[in-house]
């Protein structure tokens, strides 16, 4: 005798983990970066945790592997502390340098 009137579960019905950069797992590395490192790993220097979140030498989140090439935003060891100028303007180099005159006699 068959009595199978068990109710299959859909077990793969969980909530696609989101590649965002919210959610509890996130904010936990965060602050774990955050305690542990507090010298931009872009420039070297020391990041001021007292800083206002937008501030250009406030503490951000960088990420070795960009999202966008298949970093794991939760991944320890793709997180790396530094500050929110360094951390946006890693793609496009300031241009400090003045361009050298040529002379022309
Ligand atoms: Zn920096």
């Known amino acids: 005798m068959q009595n199978a009137d068990i109710p299959q579960c859909d077990g793969g019905l969980d909530v696609a983990r989101s590649k965002g ?8 590395l965060r602050d774990q970066v955050r305690a542990a490192s507090r010298v931009c790993w872009i420039c070297g ?9 937008r501030h250009p030498l406030s503490w951000t989140l960088d990420h070795l592997v960009p999202l966008s090439k ?3 935003p939760l991944d320890p060891s793709n997180a790396r502390a530094a500050h929110y100028r360094c951390n946006s303007g890693r793609g496009n ?3 400090a340098r003045q361009p ?3 002379r022309r006699w």
């Open 93 to 95: 180099r300031l241009r």
């Open 45 to 53: 220097h020391a990041i001021d945790l007292t800083l206002p979140p």
């Open 21 to 28: 950069r919210s959610g509890r797992p996130y904010r936990r």
């Open 70 to 72: 298949g970093g794991d």
């Open 100 to 102: 050298t005159t040529s």
